[in-house]
């Protein structure tokens, strides 16, 4: 199933996001080079897993999302920003798209990793999603890693949240992966900490089963960034994956179809990597923090143009 | 905008279900009759508003739903299945597919209606989706009915969920409706007390847009009602729409394209309405308690063929 009679095919593509956003060169210290560092970091954990032969596309995004949890600049896992009530409640979820098994988590405030979780919904229970305690109660015994509430602050998101208690806040911030592995198999996931000051319960589209995150080995992976709310209401990645299954369309020109022509304007972004192992990065914000990978030596981060 | 100049096109129409599902005639007493009747009586509670020149097809599924809700026979609202801690968690969404604003509650305890709840996180916040206590305690402060969990419980679904103690269930059910009002909008929504015996946090697809839900009034109105999981991993609701918008298909021809050649065998149903006001009711179970009625003197319900 390797791509060896087309050379310029390649045998396995990564790209990975932390967020599209309305962020200008100003408003990053250092013009990101710090963020980029992270990025490339989390890409070449992701490189390393499907240059192996027995590296899965799922085991690559698990591990990308992982590291983009654990840094703390992003909104995801530790760094995450504060609920209205002052806590973190966390969302993810994850899809295989040889089998199109899915597991989601929203509101999870107890999971170190919270992609981990949604992997562990999709492998060790018959369901897609777990919400709320429920979901924290199967964390509990599912041998992921736990940690108090007050894990995932920094002082960065607290002074955002103290901002956002006098005014509303339209910050967003998430972090996503999608991957082609050797052997044709395509996975995608996303991992965010929602809005800052955001009601408690609410749940926007990474945990969101064609909203944020979907994956089918017949037309391609995706991950989502922006707007949760406007992500969910134009079921953004199952419709670009239908679109391509049943409108002829490749991944390019549906993406760019959607966001641009239906999406309202600067509502975010989307990753995604087809069958041939194509990668889209498209956004609508003034940037996004992305990265880029795979068999052909290609190795880039970027936040702007 | 009334379809006038056309005597066969229907100026209004209107759909529901109340759960597709893999049971016989033996297993309905009586033949079903007190279901059909039950589902007459919501049938024309939607139609009288339909009938109404102000009357919008958001309001008529809204109650719609909660008289299939009050029904204590159907799997939603009053009736609903018992989670495996022996309580009721209720799920519902609504959407307006005239401007794709949608609502939808998860998991929640304490709203009698689930349906309307969902309308007002559409209408009241500026978020798509609330779950577990944080939908509690929205609905506390949206002047929604509330009642005791024990308002949900029923003789029948109490002894369902005790012999599901002692095994496993994959019993299923939903209540659901899509309109289409003289103003050319369509309206879809679907309420569900979920699987019988489910974990705690479980969500299916029914508060989930574009897997149980979707509305757009370029393409369709879709509710669905089967194995939740496996309509949140086909997205069914959103590519129904988006094989219709982009690929060129009919509402049948797109619902039977999904159900019949992607999803597994006698796995669900769904209900659905294109902008002309053609009526779809599809399932691959053994039957579905459906009703249908149009402007044209259409009235019906049904369970098997």
Redesign the interface.
């Given at each position: 199933m390797e791509n060896v009679g087309d050379p310029s095919r390649p045998n396995w593509a990564i790209v990975l996001h932390a967020g599209a956003g309305n962020f200008s060169r100003d408003q990053l210290q250092e013009s990101g080079e710090p963020h980029r560092a992270a990025l490339m970091m989390a890409l070449k954990r992701g490189r390393r897993i499907l240059q192996s032969e027995q590296g899965t596309s799922l085991t690559a995004v698990e591990i990308v999302v992982r590291a983009l949890e654990d840094c703390p600049w992003f909104n995801a896992g530790r760094g995450s920003v504060f609920t209205h009530e002052g806590l973190h409640e966390l969302d993810a979820s994850i899809m295989d798209g040889r089998t199109?098994?899915?597991g989601?988590v929203?509101?999870t405030r107890v999971a170190q990793h919270p992609i981990t979780l949604a992997r562990r919904v999709m492998e060790q229970?018959?369901?897609?999603?777990?919400?709320?305690?429920?979901?924290d109660?199967?964390a509990a015994g599912s041998r992921v890693r736990l940690v108090p509430n007050s894990y995932f602050s920094t002082p960065y998101r607290r002074r955002q949240w103290e901002d956002a208690l006098s005014s509303t806040s339209d910050k967003f911030g998430t972090v996503g992966c999608v991957a082609l592995d050797r052997h044709g198999n395509l996975a995608a996931g996303t991992s965010t900490g929602g809005l800052t000051n955001?009601?408690?319960?609410?749940?926007?589209d990474s945990p969101?089963?064609?909203?944020g995150t979907?994956a089918n080995n017949r037309t391609c992976g995706i991950s989502a960034s922006g707007i949760?709310?406007q992500f969910?209401?134009?079921?953004v990645?199952?419709?670009i994956?239908?679109?391509i299954e049943?409108?002829?369309?490749s991944l390019h020109q549906?993406a760019h179809l959607l966001l641009d022509k239906r999406l309202p304007q600067r509502a975010g972004g989307v990753i995604g990597i087809d069958p041939r192992g194509n990668i889209l990065c498209h956004y609508t914000t003034s940037g996004m923090y992305r990265g880029w990978a795979d068999s052909t030596g290609r190795l880039q981060t970027k936040i702007w143009d």
């Open positions: 199109l098994a899915c989601a929203a509101n229970t018959p369901h897609v999603m777990l919400a709320g305690a429920g979901a109660a199967f955001k009601r408690p319960g609410r749940v926007g969101i089963i064609g909203a979907y949760g709310e969910i209401r134009h079921a990645a199952a419709q994956s239908a679109m049943f409108g002829g369309r549906a």
